[in-house]
């Protein structure tokens, strides 16, 4: 079992237009409602790909009702943790070329006390599972080390907490023992302070976060692919030249790694075929992961390859 907590969830709508002009009126061709942020992403993956799973996240009467059933109907549990504010929606606008824009409300107010519930019940909720994955922005009124709370919170953080957020949220954890850390190449630049202009910068970042005491750091770079930070240094990429929506790729990402055992080239390796599956579908949900996404990926695990000094053009 792997629990997913996402603080923030929404309600996601994408829209597919023909081209984005601002001032002009634009019709969508398409339109695809799904309950989603990114812990919940991260879950429907999982269970779209035969693993069980469960999302818990804040909600309404009426939210909860309807985030239940959605998740229910793919496979997925859920736990709900009452508030009172309104579960956000989130707008992604998608052109023919897979160029992607978004638009995110902020989200509910959430008070003191319902945060201190929404960390009790992730760490009930983990008791049973092989990791407890905090995924995605904090809702307003959240305190910044929320994520930090959590894993002091929870008695195994150093050997089975994930986190993937970023801005103050992402700051408030250097230092904070956990199991890994899944920044993208922004967020990854934005917490060292500094730009990250090749993949030997990106890897002497996170190591230097690692020491401080994240057990592993997996960057996310796009299609540049993505780096491992553990005992040993992983890279790979997942060539595709179909890319339609590349909302929920680093979610997949993340939930294809922690499928496959969350350690070493093997998991990087699935997580890449994941995400690639994920910027082939047009919804944030990735499609199935198939042999062709797996057979496209590459993988090296030997830090003296020169891919080590290379720019990140």
């Not at 009126?25 to 993956?45: D, L, T």
């Not at 630049?189 to 910068?201: K, Q, W």
């Amino acid at each position: 079992m792997i629990t997913t907590l996402t603080p923030n969830p929404s309600f996601d709508r994408t829209l597919l237009v023909d081209q984005l002009e601002r001032g002009e009126v634009i019709r969508a061709s398409q339109v695809r409602v799904e309950c989603s942020g990114k812990g919940v992403n991260v879950a429907r993956a999982l269970s779209r790909n035969g693993h069980s799973a469960r999302a818990v996240i804040p909600a309404n009467a009426d939210d909860a009702e309807a985030f239940v059933a959605s998740l229910a109907a793919e496979g997925t549990g859920a736990r709900t943790v009452p508030i009172r504010g309104t579960i956000r929606a989130c707008f992604t606008l998608v052109e023919p070329d897979g160029t992607t824009t978004q638009i995110n409300e902020p989200g509910p107010e959430v008070s003191a006390s319902e945060a201190e519930d929404l960390v009790s019940a992730a760490v009930a909720a983990a008791a049973d599972s092989d990791w407890l994955i905090a995924s995605g922005s904090l809702p307003p009124g959240a305190p910044t080390d929320l994520y930090a709370r959590l894993a002091t919170a929870l008695p195994d953080a150093d050997r089975k907490l994930v986190v993937d957020t970023s801005g103050a949220a992402l700051d408030a954890l250097i230092g904070t023992p956990c199991a890994m850390v899944k920044p993208n190449l922004a967020e990854l630049a934005g917490v060292i302070g500094r730009d990250l202009g090749t993949l030997s910068d990106v890897i002497d970042a996170a190591d230097k976060l690692r020491r401080g005491g994240w057990r592993s750091v997996l960057v996310s770079m796009g299609r540049r692919g993505a780096v491992l930070l553990a005992e040993d240094v992983c890279y790979g990429m997942a060539p595709t030249i179909e890319v339609r929506n590349t909302v929920g790729a680093g979610d997949a990402l993340l939930a294809g790694f922690l499928s496959a055992g969350g350690r070493g080239d093997v998991a990087l390796a699935e997580g890449l075929a994941w995400a690639r599956a994920a910027v082939q579908s047009a919804d944030t949900l990735a499609q199935a992961v198939t042999d062709g996404d797996r057979r496209a990926v590459q993988v090296t695990a030997d830090p003296a390859q020169d891919w080590r000094a290379g720019a990140l053009a």
